[in-house]
């Protein structure tokens, strides 16, 4: 079975790539999730953040937005000595202002879903890359998206983290050809 060459030989990775990565998700509290674990992503390897998804899950509560948005200061510091996670006051604190900036698209836009989307016409861009061949790190779809995700107090949203993200909840398709997941 052929898959994308970024893909190493560890089963969470390959899990990652054969489930996760390209496929179209939907859920709010998913969409959440991944946006945070791709800031903290930031000048990491994503591979270190997906070995740790677990540990952040529990030590956020889930990802509930409500719950992380309530976070005070003694509950940073408390993750702050967490060894699961990034323990980066600046990706913590970010996570928090995420979940606030998070409650406010989801009143205005009904959902995260509906706001996210809406970046790429309700349906996943699909590209036809040649492996081997470099993806893109930006497209000025993730740079239109990082600006407004700023805009409405977003943090570690930059557009290349943008375009991870559209990645990994499958805004974008970006599977290589010969690929068994390339549509």
Same mark, same amino acid.
């Given at each position: 079975?052929?898959?994308?060459?970024?893909?190493?030989?560890?089963?969470?990775?390959?899990?990652?790539?054969?489930?996760?990565?390209?496929?179209?998700?939907?859920?709010?509290?998913?969409?959440?999730?991944?946006?945070?674990?791709?800031?903290?992503?930031?000048?990491?390897?994503?591979?270190?953040?997906?070995?740790?998804?677990?540990?952040?899950?529990?030590?956020?509560?889930?990802?509930?937005?409500?719950?992380?948005?309530?976070?005070?200061?003694?509950?940073? $510091?408390?993750?702050?000595?967490?060894?699961?996670?990034?323990?980066?006051?600046?990706?913590?604190?970010?996570?928090?202002?995420?979940?606030?900036?998070?409650? $406010?698209?989801?009143?205005?836009?009904?959902?995260?879903?509906?706001?996210?989307?809406?970046?790429?016409?309700?349906?996943?861009?699909?590209?036809?890359?040649?492996?081997? $061949?470099?993806?893109?790190?930006?497209?000025?779809?993730?740079?239109?998206?990082?600006?407004?995700?700023?805009?409405?107090?977003?943090?570690?949203?930059?557009?290349?983290?943008?375009?991870?993200?559209?990645?990994?909840?499958?805004?974008?398709?970006?599977?290589? $050809?010969?690929?068994?997941?390339?549509?």
């Amino acid at each position: 079975m052929h898959r994308c060459s970024w893909v190493n030989e560890d089963p969470l990775y390959i899990h990652y790539h054969d489930h996760e990565w390209g496929v179209p998700v939907h859920d709010d509290r998913k969409l959440f999730e991944m946006l945070n674990l791709e800031g903290a992503q930031a000048g990491l390897s994503w591979y270190t953040i997906l070995k740790k998804r677990e540990s952040y899950r529990e030590a956020f509560d889930g990802w509930d937005p409500e719950v992380v948005a309530q976070y005070d200061d003694a509950k940073m $510091q408390d993750l702050m000595q967490n060894p699961g996670i990034v323990r980066n006051r600046l990706k913590i604190a970010a996570a928090v202002q995420n979940a606030k900036a998070f409650l $406010q698209v989801k009143e205005e836009f009904g959902t995260f879903d509906a706001y996210i989307w809406h970046f790429v016409g309700g349906k996943p861009l699909v590209n036809h890359y040649e492996h081997g $061949q470099r993806l893109p790190a930006s497209t000025d779809v993730s740079d239109a998206m990082s600006k407004d995700l700023k805009k409405r107090g977003f943090k570690f949203v930059g557009s290349t983290i943008c375009y991870a993200y559209m990645q990994g909840v499958g805004m974008v398709n970006d599977h290589m $050809q010969g690929c068994f997941k390339a549509n």
